[in-house]
């Protein structure tokens, strides 16, 4: 039942843009002034996302085999295929709505905003609430197979990773242009590009890792490995020692045991400092920028190791795919809003090309729009062959994008596997995930 997954994590894409819409929607009510290029962003999302491959791939696979397997899904079915069917109608009308707005119809903009992302909640609570049940009840072991097939096929211009990647660009123009209170608040859009694939060697190697606070001990005896290329995800509770392990591994937090092998090298009692210079980069939990330097300081000292003919190249490269950052780029670092300061530290890190990228909490504190566009920012850099570690309390995003996953308790690691593997595990799903 992969498929299922995801179209679960579709819809909480759509409920996310939806939610974002009806609070920009208040903010035009209390005055605020509307963006053309922010809804013209979410109606491309909608269009090229939604109607053209969502909906189709709902049609032509799960609607069909429900209608066959089932007698009670007739009227469920027509209601739903009718909510796809008009889809393009309504978003024309929407963006009718929009350049009507310009000419002083503000009031009824926002109340066609609203009524179309009330229906869209209300369909997906629809196939959440009833299809979706309905489907794992009537839906044979061949039918899902079918199903999962169609849905898995990389290669189809309608389910592949290219239109994966059109996606994950046409939301990371939404959140950009969004309006600061619910996203990156820039006035363009980004670029997230993808780059080589990735190769398999060990590129890390931890083994026995232990580490304490005086006398209490935060790590009991860690070992882990990442793969060149591979994102692994660091899962589990608050103050299970995922940040400490981070630091330790950046050479931050000392070690009491234990060793560090990275690229072949034994780094164990190198300084942090060091352990920078051969590419471990780490952006913190919390952020952490320097706030009274501006934007475009604090990304130069993450560059401070790098040799000086390639930091403006760099520098380019993190405004291509944050342009708020260079909007702002000789502006305090303190007056950015939360998101703007989680994607400055991630540029940060970023600046000191990283052979491996470590991440702490990255959506940590962020708005729901934030919070997708954090894990898609890291999906572009996976797709580009980056080495990652992922340390997340938002267990299921973290792990439905790794190859691999460890979970943490109380400075051990209590279960490793594939992130499917874990997503599937009862004892993570129950701990974790909460299902």
Known sequence: MQAIQIIQEEHRKLWRVAITVDSVADEIDAGSAITPAFFEAVFDYIETFVDQAHHPKEDGYLFRLVRQRSDKAEALLASLEADHQGGPQRLQALRASLARAGQGERAAFTQALRAYTEGLKRHIRLEERELIPLAKEVLLE?????????FLNNKDPLFGDQAREEYRELYHRIVALAPESV?????SAGELKKGAAPKQEVLLKVSAMESCYGRIKALKGIDLEVRRGETVALVGANG?????????????Q???AGSVQFDGEDISRLRSDMRMRRGICQSPEGRQVFGPLTIEDNLRLGAYTQPKNQVEGDLEKIFAMFPILKEKRKLPAGTLSGGQQQMLAIGRALMGRPRLLLLDEPSMGLAPLLVEEVFNVIKTLKAQGMS???AEQNAFAA???ADRGYVMETGRITLSGTGQELIHNEQVRAAYLGM
Do not use: N
Request: aromatic letters at 6%.
């Open 142 to 150: 061949a039918d899902w197979q079918e199903i999962d097939q169609a």
């Open 240 to 252: 299970a020692g995922k940040t400490t392990f981070l630091r330790a591994v950046s050479g931050v």
């Open 388 to 390: 990652i570690i992922l």
């Open 183 to 187: 996203g990156l608040g820039s006035q």
């Open 254 to 256: 000392p070690m009491s």
């Open 399 to 401: 792990l439905a994008i």
